[in-house]
T-cell receptor, first 115, second 117 residues
Framework: DSGVTQTPKHLITATGQRVTLRCSPR?????VYWYQQSLDQGLQFLIH???????AKGNILERFSAQQFPDLHSELNLSSLELGDSALYFC??????????????FGSGTQLSVL | GNSVTQMEGPVTLSEEAFLTINCTYT??????LFWYVQYPGEGLQLLLK?????DKGSNKGFEATYRKETTSFHLEKGSVQVSDSAVYFC????????????????FGKGTKLSVIP
């Protein structure tokens, strides 16, 4: 058990809908990273938050947004969903701000299916 | 930009066989290199890492050596077990261009390993 909790584990929805994925980092970790894992693209970095502030953006669509709350949990919001958004979404946490070599702890992921 | 290429899977081996999973990278400068493992139904876990040229990372019988001259970080294990069945990801981590923002991991597409008794 990595200590990172993601909910829900599975989510089935329809095109055009909006969903929210939740991530609770390990106790004491200030950084939360979001990744999307799909068969064709592999693991793609989406966004990084540190202590409530956005630190880096990767290949995140404009239809997607995220935030990190004062209690350090994070939510990834996906809107106007398309079939191609179906993927496994991981979050990972770490204690540091992302400067240097650090160990990331991954949650078990949320499997999103858009029908 | 940064990229990681690892051998296509799936790889199927018999128990106690020798394992090699090839990984090469493209990056400017001196990235840190990692192998992560994903067991069925779980998130990724760090398996081993190397931060500079000629470093050897090792853990649980797995090894990988950072070879700057060939831009490679191949994963090896002398005798695999059924419990090693998983997907293995090679990754690099590098300072962002211009120095701003946080270091990011760039992953390969993963290699699925199945070990049969």
């Amino acid at each position: 058990d990595s200590g990172v909790t993601q909910t829900p584990k599975h989510l089935i929805t329809a095109t055009g809908q909006r969903v929210t994925l939740r991530c609770s980092p390990r106790s004491g970790d200030l950084s939360v990273y979001w990744y999307q894992q799909s068969l064709d693209q592999g693991l793609q970095f989406l966004i990084h938050y540190y202590n409530g502030e956005e630190r880096a953006k990767g290949n995140i669509l404009e239809r997607f947004s995220a935030q990190q709350f004062p209690d350090l949990h994070s939510e990834l919001n996906l809107s106007s969903l398309e079939l191609g958004d179906s993927a496994l979404y991981f979050c990972a946490s770490s204690v540091s701000s992302g400067q240097g070599v650090e160990k990331l702890f991954f949650g078990s992921g949320t499997q999103l299916s858009v029908l | 930009g940064n990229s990681v290429t690892q051998m296509e899977g799936p790889v199927t081996l018999s128990e106690e066989a020798f394992l090699t999973i090839n990984c090469t990278y493209t990056a400017t400068g001196y990235p840190s290199l990692f192998w992560y493992v994903q067991y069925p139904g779980e998130g990724l876990q760090l398996l081993l890492k190397a931060t500079k040229a000629d470093d050897k990372g090792s853990n649980k019988g797995f090894e990988a050596t950072y070879r700057k001259e060939t831009t490679s970080f191949h994963l090896e294990k002398g005798s695999v077990q059924v419990s090693d069945s998983a997907v293995y990801f090679c990754a690099l981590r590098k300072r962002p261009e211009g120095g701003a923002g946080s270091y990011q991991l760039t992953f390969g597409k993963g290699t699925k390993l199945s070990v049969i008794p």
